[in-house]
């Protein structure tokens, strides 16, 4: 089987799925976005193998490269409705909430007076996300309508994208946060991502602890429930354990999964190129 992998940075996450096709004896091509350039007329159905893993970690670059490939007949993995679902934290909601999968209490408004109305109804502390990011970057902590107020001024200045104001429920949780991930149709491995001494956010990019968290029937179920709302492919479902029970904050499209594979043991990127073969059949 011919796989090419589609990427843009070559992080650990990449060297790890290279060293992995070359054990399995995958014939995995490299091709940096960047250096493509598509004539939109031509078919192309014969130069990329039999699939595309896209790992751009540029969420533009991604849908636009996925958009033109996959109108040729290629199959990219994860695919647009995947790519454009997961990647704006908006339309996660919106699906998980058609799908019923229980998410924390969520607003949406286009300006800061309505903002703050919308935070009254909705109570502090509040998060502000912006729909499309990683990392965690530019989410704030809004504990009180003075903090809001200032931080949706600074807001106004930007680029049109971040006066979308995604406002969500400050989850009573433990210092920590669940990543599961989903491959096809199974959970094969999850963390808890424990915030770092004096931070709330968990990522673990930004300073947070990946342990082992066991697979649980409850886990299990919620995460296949919101994987499946986004669509099929290779997901990392983000869950908070809150009061009520577990909550889906996030599906992520492009997974990272460096501190996952220590912590757990599990061969992830393995898993990944097990996935993709079976596609072919």
């Not at 940075?9 to 992995?20: G, H, S």
């Not at 995604?166 to 599961?180: F, G, H, N, S």
Request: glycine share 8%.
């Amino acid at each position: 089987m011919k796989i090419t992998m589609m990427y843009d940075v070559v992080r650990t996450e990449e060297k790890m799925l290279v060293d992995t096709a070359q054990r399995k004896g995958i014939d995995l091509s490299l091709l940096r976005s960047e250096d493509i350039y598509l004539d939109l007329q031509k078919d192309y159905s014969k130069e990329f193998g039999d699939l595309i893993l896209q790992r751009c970690v540029s969420y533009f670059r991604s849908i636009h490269l996925t958009a033109a490939l996959e109108s040729k007949g290629i199959k990219v993995v994860n695919g647009l409705h995947e790519a454009t679902t997961a990647g704006n934290k908006l339309n996660t909601t919106l699906a998980l909430i058609r799908a019923k999968v229980p998410v924390p209490h969520t607003y949406l408004a286009f300006n800061q007076e309505t903002s703050l109305k919308a935070l009254e109804e909705l109570g502090y502390p509040a998060v502000l996300k912006p729909t499309v990011g990683s990392w965690g970057r530019l989410i704030a902590m809004l504990k009180d309508p003075e903090t809001a107020e200032s931080i949706l001024e600074d807001r106004e200045y930007m680029f049109p994208i971040y006066q979308v104001y995604y406002l969500q429920e400050r989850v009573k949780r433990p210092p920590r946060d669940i990543r599961a991930f989903v491959i096809g149709d199974k959970v094969v491995a999850a963390i808890y991502r424990v915030s770092g001494e004096g931070a709330w956010k968990t990522n673990t990019a930004r300073g947070g602890r990946a342990e082992n968290c066991p697979i649980t029937p409850e886990l299990e179920d919620i995460c296949l429930r919101a994987a499946g709302a986004v669509g099929e492919g290779i997901f990392g479902v983000d869950c908070m354990e809150s009061p009520e029970g577990l909550v889906v904050h996030e599906v992520n499209n492009t997974i990272e999964f460096r501190n996952t594979v220590p912590a757990t043991g599990v061969d992830i990127p393995g898993m990944i190129f097990d996935y993709l073969v079976s596609l072919k059949r």
